[in-house]
């Protein structure tokens, strides 16, 4: 069964902390991606990444960095946490799309961020 | 990318068919449609994909019209186990991908 594993479903960080959220794919995905889920806007993406060391901004990349040292591994990083990160954080992985070929995005369980 | 756009909400009664439209008028030639539905607390789960014309699988049927400027995604005979977020994205083939959602239409089952 194809799985895409975040390290912790519930987190409560204080201002200020620096945050590393972990997600695992054994899927062997080139792609994968960081999203976060509030009311009423939906998923936005934050950053993802095509290939290992290699990533790219999403739509909301303020107050994040990404870190992708293996290809199996993608950690979105909160520098300086603050209340307004205060969200469900979702992972997703893909493999490279072919043209012709239809791929689609496996997610995992989600990290709910506290942050107080 | 194309944007999409979607009913906020529907509410349909058990085993009725619902019907959920998208509208992407800016897509382009190697773009493809797929539809995600997401459960209270889970991640987004891969219904369906594709081009052009008519695609079913077990779950649901993709409609696009000829234009592909709009899409409906058909689900026969909802049960309240389909009560969810639905979302229609458009991204492209070839390369890296970026996947992007909008906000979804919350699909409301009724007894």
């Known amino acids: 069964d194809v799985k895409v594993t975040q390290s912790s479903r519930y987190l409560v960080k204080r201002t200020g902390e620096k945050v590393f959220l972990e997600c695992v794919q054994d899927?062997?995905?080139?792609?994968m991606f960081w999203y976060r889920q509030d009311p009423g806007l939906g998923l936005r993406l934050i950053y993802f990444?095509?290939?290992?060391?290699?990533?790219e901004k999403g739509d909301i990349p303020e107050g994040y960095s990404v870190s992708r040292e293996k290809k199996e591994r993608f950690s979105l990083i909160l520098e300086s946490a603050s209340t307004n990160q205060t969200s469900m954080y979702l992972c997703?992985?893909?493999?490279?799309?072919?043209?012709?070929?239809?791929?689609?995005?496996?997610f995992g369980q989600g990290t709910r961020l506290t942050v107080v | 990318l194309a944007k999409t756009t979607q009913p906020i909400s529907m509410d349909s009664y058990e085993g009725q068919e619902v019907n959920i439209t998208c509208s992407h008028n800016n897509i382009a030639t190697n773009d493809y449609i797929t539809w995600y539905q997401q459960f209270p607390s889970q991640g987004p789960r891969f219904i369906i994909q594709g081009y052009k014309t008519k695609v079913t699988n077990e779950v649901a049927s993709l409609f696009i019209p000829a234009d592909r400027k709009s899409s409906t995604l058909s689900l026969p005979r909802v049960s309240l186990s389909d009560t969810a977020v639905y979302y229609c994205?458009?991204?492209?083939?070839?390369?890296?991908?970026?996947?992007?959602f909008g906000t979804g239409t919350k699909l409301q089952v009724i007894p």
């Open positions: 990444s095509y290939d290992v060391k290699m990533k």
């Open positions: 899927m062997d995905h080139e792609n």
């Open positions: 994205l458009v991204d492209r083939s070839g390369g890296y991908q970026k996947v992007t």
């Open positions: 997703a992985s893909s493999s490279l799309r072919d043209r012709g070929v239809d791929t689609e995005a496996f």
